[in-house]
């Protein structure tokens, strides 16, 4: 199923969410800094390690511009921010130190920027090769557990935007792909 990878991957954020919220009194700040510094390690080693197999550079650089002129011309940045502040209205309570729409923002921009999302998508919709989504679902679950316990409820939402987001992706690659011969 083209939407595994991105399934997979928002259960993961959801899952990672709900424990970062459990532990939300009794995870150290700086063991959270150094799990974060540690996920940024892996991040690089397999991007490193894509880089070097070269598969289907072109596609990916093609993605990437158009992706990026396609979210200037609908201004995406401002509307994300848009959300976040309705998320926050709708669910915020009026005693919480952490902004829902803070919370919110921050994952999603952490979980869905990264070339493991482009690439990870661009493959589940071309290949059925659900691998760089999945090594992404664990680090982004991870991730999660650490930016819920500091930035609370918002991060939760970030599951939703990275299902919408990866699986968007993958169903215009598949759709996309025969015009490329892929």
């Known amino acids: 199923m083209i939407l595994t990878g991105a399934v997979v991957n928002a259960l993961a954020v959801f899952a990672g969410s709900a424990v970062g919220l459990l532990l939300k009194k009794g995870f150290p700040e700086r063991m959270g800094d150094s799990i974060m510094k540690g996920l940024s390690l ?19 650089i093609v993605s990437m511009a158009g992706g990026t002129v396609i979210g200037e011309l609908l201004n995406l940045n401002e509307r994300m921010e848009q959300l976040g502040e309705w998320i926050q209205n709708k669910f915020q309570s009026k005693d919480s130190k952490v902004s829902v729409a803070e919370g919110f923002v921050t994952s999603s921009l952490l979980f ?3 070339a493991m999302t482009i690439v990870g998508a661009l493959q589940s919709g071309l290949s059925l090769d659900h691998s760089t989504l999945f090594a992404k679902s664990l680090i982004d679950g991870i991730a999660a557990v650490v930016l819920a316990s500091s930035l609370g409820f918002g991060v939760l939402f970030a599951g939703i935007f990275c299902l919408v987001y990866e699986g968007g992706l993958a169903l215009c690659a598949q759709f996309i792909g025969p015009f490329f011969g892929i």
Do not use: K
């Open 42 to 60: 892996c991040v690089i080693y397999i991007g490193i390690s894509g880089a070097f197999e070269g598969e289907n550079v072109l596609i990916a």
């Open 112 to 114: 869905c920027t990264g």
